[in-house]
């Protein structure tokens, strides 16, 4: 299982883009990288997956170098309801049943001021 | 939008009894999954049901712990006799594909405080 490596916290500003790097050195030619968002005392959210080059959704933007151990959390222009650990994690692609055990680290405590 | 729902939202309960806790899974969705956090700990994984059987489970999931998809629509998870170590934030999560996306959705939780 890859591990991954991230900032404890980061703290922004409101209107600024923020980037998170997240390190996977181990990272195995089957994983994904997936990018979580939790709020206190809610459940995490799932905010994107990639796993190579440059993924773009509605809420952010995902860069994959090409060796893939690391990765780029992008959260263009975040307000005050961005606050929020933000995780990275590697999923192991299946090709069978019996579904994903997603293994959570700490994550990144994400603070946005005004 | 779909959601994952779980009752109750918090329970209190005197260490040794048993409480069990539902989640109603996202109606389409073929792999389900339990996991909870400890306060100001990590998001841990408990347990993934998939096919009418448990896939895969944790060493936290021990023989205290159970589940159960009793109809079409609700997943269970029963711990048989509580701890003080069981107070944690119980999430219920699933998913339609269970190969190689990552994408889990998580219900709000059901926050499980013992005595």
């Known amino acids: 299982l890859a591990k991954t490596t991230q900032p404890i916290s980061m703290d922004s500003y409101e209107g600024q883009e923020v980037n998170i790097t997240c390190s996977h050195n181990?990272?195995?030619?089957?994983?994904?990288i997936t990018w979580y968002q939790q709020f206190p005392s809610q459940g995490p959210r799932f905010i994107i997956q990639?796993?190579?080059t440059k993924v773009t959704n509605e809420v952010a933007s995902l860069f994959i170098p090409a060796d893939r151990k690391s990765s780029t959390l992008s959260l263009p222009r975040v307000s005050l309801s961005d606050t929020a650990v933000y995780y990275c994690?590697?999923?192991?692609?299946?090709?069978?049943?019996?579904?994903?055990?997603?293994?959570f680290g700490t994550g990144t405590q994400l603070k946005v001021e005004l | 939008e779909p959601e994952v729902t779980q009752t109750p939202s918090h329970q209190v309960t005197q260490m040794g009894q048993e409480v069990i806790l539902r989640c109603v899974p996202i109606?389409?969705?073929?792999?389900f999954y339990w996991y909870r956090q400890i306060l100001g700990q990590k998001v841990e994984f408990l347990v993934s049901?998939?096919?009418?059987?448990?896939?895969?489970k944790s060493e936290i999931f021990d023989d205290q712990f159970s589940v159960e998809r009793p109809d079409g629509s609700n997943f269970t998870l029963k711990i048989r006799s509580t701890k003080l170590e069981d107070s944690a934030m119980y999430f219920c999560?699933?998913?339609?594909?269970?190969?190689?996306?990552?994408?889990?959705?998580f219900g709000e939780g059901s926050r499980l405080t013992v005595l």
């Open positions: 999560a699933s998913s339609e594909l269970g190969g190689n996306t990552g994408e889990l959705f």
């Open positions: 181990n990272i195995a030619t089957n994983d994904y």
């Open positions: 990639g796993y190579k």
């Open positions: 994690l590697v999923v192991t692609g299946r090709l069978t049943g019996g579904g994903n055990k997603l293994t």
């Open positions: 109606s389409n969705h073929l792999y």
């Open positions: 049901f998939y096919n009418n059987e448990i896939s895969e």
